[in-house]
């Protein structure tokens, strides 16, 4: 019978307020927006990368190993050049061999030790990005989805392919020369402090100076980088939509437009880029001229030292070397700060988007083959707060086996509803059922495997044409190859030069409209789930192969419980049920007959449609 179904509604508005049943939808996370809190110190964010490199801790220490022997070699440098001095030159003490046998041997020391520093690290820092991406790349095969529409595939593209190896190199580089050089300046300075420990005091006084600079620099830098992140992506999603929209593009003669478009968004990340070099810039020559100033004075007293005679010409030597020897290492690690705030805030995005990205939340109940039986009680789903509800307090029970047909007009949330049934996006109220266990409740590897989706935009892989039907699973191809004679598209595979295994390309992109969909509902058909979503799964064939395939779905359709959606109308004439939906409500229900008789909704569509 058919039935107005105002009533359902009514009776599901006195329990608008109270708590959801269902969870309410995860507030999108904001990977991209710049941090509100103060940064946490720079060590602090620095230890969240070892987790990554506990695996490659042997390869670490290598690094290690290798920095403090070069750091070593440093001052025998100096020591060496003021022994010669003294006795080599003043005394004559010294045998000639020995003279080569010390440089070259030093020198060997000092270039094996560099290589295997820079080895250990590289091979550390290649397995941690392998690791980050790993992670990342599993956070985001379980991320909910409400990720999939906050990000771009460009900006994700960027985190974990670019971000993560430019971070992870980057940041190895900065950490090997703040490891490497912080020890030869120890090195040195302990060296100068037996020379001269006076003087070694007025160099150390540059120390805190330049901590101050790096400080004030380094805050800068950090916000310059967040921002260069989020135009970098800007930047590759317009390129990522004129790869997929070329044709548009020309069609409207939109090149200027887009080039401009193109332009000022690389240009952005030019601009920025400038920036953060003058930033970064500023520190060297700030604290270049006060090592100059702390060189003037110390030799100038070193002078007046040696004047009054307690020290050697070899000692002042020795001493002016391994302070100049100094400078390279005090100005690679005033120039590693930019380098390390860099590359910790390129790691950093892919650590945040695995930690806050929310993870989707599944139960524990199982079944391995449901029987069907669906029902909403009054289901809302609002996709923002701002629109009306696409689903609006709505009520259904779909028996198991029972083939339902779902009409109305375009924009009617019927795409919304039945995306609710596999948990592609959660309800703010109301609880769906399947064979009467909500679907919170189920585990939802299980849950998946009870529908078969033929959705409105067919998505397929670039991959052969049986990986596309057999997908996640290793089917036999002989269940394949009957898969897609049932949808009619045997006879066409077989005639292609590589059969089941030709390449379709991009998104199915070198396969006809018609083609893709047949694909689409062989790959359905495959599945052979319990729970049958077909939407607007016939809409793109012609005539003839829609009958078929119909004939093929009716087939499929026997013993499972099937929910239709389609504009045209002649296809779900054999629905046991027909919905009429509108503004996210159910408006009428009954048999075709009965909802032809009723006069309402779905005889209005009807008569449009067949009127000649
Ligand atoms: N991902 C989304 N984010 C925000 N709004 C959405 C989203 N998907 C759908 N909507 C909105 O929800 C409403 C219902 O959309 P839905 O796709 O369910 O309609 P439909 O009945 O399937 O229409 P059609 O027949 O054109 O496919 C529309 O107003 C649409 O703008
Ligand atoms: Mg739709």
């Keep these: 019978m058919a039935l107005p179904l105002g009533t359902s509604a009514a009776l599901c508005r006195p329990t608008d307020n109270p708590t959801p049943n269902v969870r309410p939808p995860t507030p999108p996370p904001q990977p991209h927006a710049f941090p509100t809190a103060p940064t946490p110190p720079f060590l602090q964010r620095l230890t969240r990368l070892l987790p990554y490199l506990r695996d490659s801790r042997a390869g670490l220490l290598v690094a290690l190993a290798g920095a403090a022997l070069t750091a070593a070699t440093e001052p025998a440098i100096p020591w060496l050049l003021g022994k010669l001095l003294d006795q080599g030159f003043a005394g004559g003490s010294i045998p000639l061999w020995m003279v080569p046998a010390a440089i070259i041997g030093l020198f060997f020391v000092r270039s094996m030790s560099g290589f295997i520093a820079q080895y250990g690290l590289a091979w550390t820092a290649n397995r941690a990005v392998l690791k980050l991406r790993e992670n990342m ?279 919304s509803l039945v995306n609710l049934l596999p948990r592609f996006v959660d309800p703010g109220s109301g609880i769906i059922s399947l064979d009467g266990v909500p679907l919170a409740e189920w585990n939802l590897l299980a849950l998946r495997r009870q529908f078969a989706l033929v959705s409105q935009d067919v998505v397929l892989f670039n991959d052969t044409v049986a990986a596309n039907v057999a997908l996640g699973t290793d089917m036999p191809r002989e269940a394949v190859r009957d898969a897609l004679r049932a949808a009619s598209l045997l006879d066409f595979v077989d005639s292609l030069p590589q059969g089941l295994d030709t390449l379709i390309g991009h998104n199915g992109n070198q396969l006809s409209g018609g083609q893709r969909q047949r694909l689409a509902i062989a790959r359905a058909i495959a599945k052979d789930a319990p729970i049958l979503i077909l939407d607007e799964a016939t809409s793109a064939l012609d005539s003839e192969s829609e009958r078929a395939v119909q004939a093929a779905l009716e087939r499929l359709m026997q013993g499972r419980t099937t929910l239709v959606i389609a504009h045209r109308l002649s296809t779900i004439e054999h629905a046991d049920r027909v919905l009429a939906m509108d503004a996210g409500r159910l408006v009428e229900q009954g048999t075709h007959a009965e909802l032809l008789a009723a006069g309402g909704l779905y005889a209005r569509l009807h008569a449009m449609q067949f009127r000649t």
């Design 137 to 415: 790349f599993a956070q985001l095969l379980k991320s909910a989805p409400a990720v999939f529409s906050q990000q771009t595939a460009s900006g994700m593209t960027n985190t974990l392919v670019y971000e993560a190896q430019a971070g992870v190199t980057i940041l190895s580089s900065s950490v090997l020369t703040l490891v490497r050089d912080s020890l030869v300046l120890l090195a040195l300075l302990v060296y100068l402090f037996t020379l001269n420990w006076q003087l070694t005091l007025i160099v150390a006084l540059l120390f805190p100076a330049v901590a101050l600079v790096i400080r004030a620099l380094g805050k800068r830098l950090h916000r310059l980088t967040l921002e260069g992140q989020k135009a970098t992506d800007d930047r590759a999603y317009t390129v990522e939509e004129n790869m997929l929209a070329w044709r548009i593009v020309r069609l409207h003669g939109a090149e200027a437009q887009q080039g401009k478009r193109f332009f000022g968004r690389a240009d952005r990340v030019r601009q920025l880029m400038m920036k953060a070099v003058v930033a970064g810039g500023t520190m060297t020559p700030v604290t270049q001229m006060l090592a100059a100033c702390a060189l003037s004075v110390v030799i100038v007293i070193a002078l007046w030292q040696s004047r009054s005679g307690t020290s050697t010409v070899g000692d002042f030597v020795a001493f002016v070397t391994a302070m100049l020897q100094l400078v390279a290492p005090a100005k690679h690690l005033s120039d590693v700060m930019a380098s390390l705030t860099r590359g910790l805030a390129a790691v950093e995005r892919g650590l945040d988007f695995i930690a806050t990205s929310p993870a989707e939340q599944g139960g524990t109940h199982t079944a391995e083959r449901a029987r069907g039986e669906i029902v909403l009680s009054c289901v809302s789903l609002r996709y923002r707060d701002d629109t009306a509800a696409a689903v609006d307090d709505l009520s259904l029970h779909v028996r198991a086996g029972e083939t339902v047909a779902l009409v109305g007009p375009s924009g009617a949330g019927k795409s």
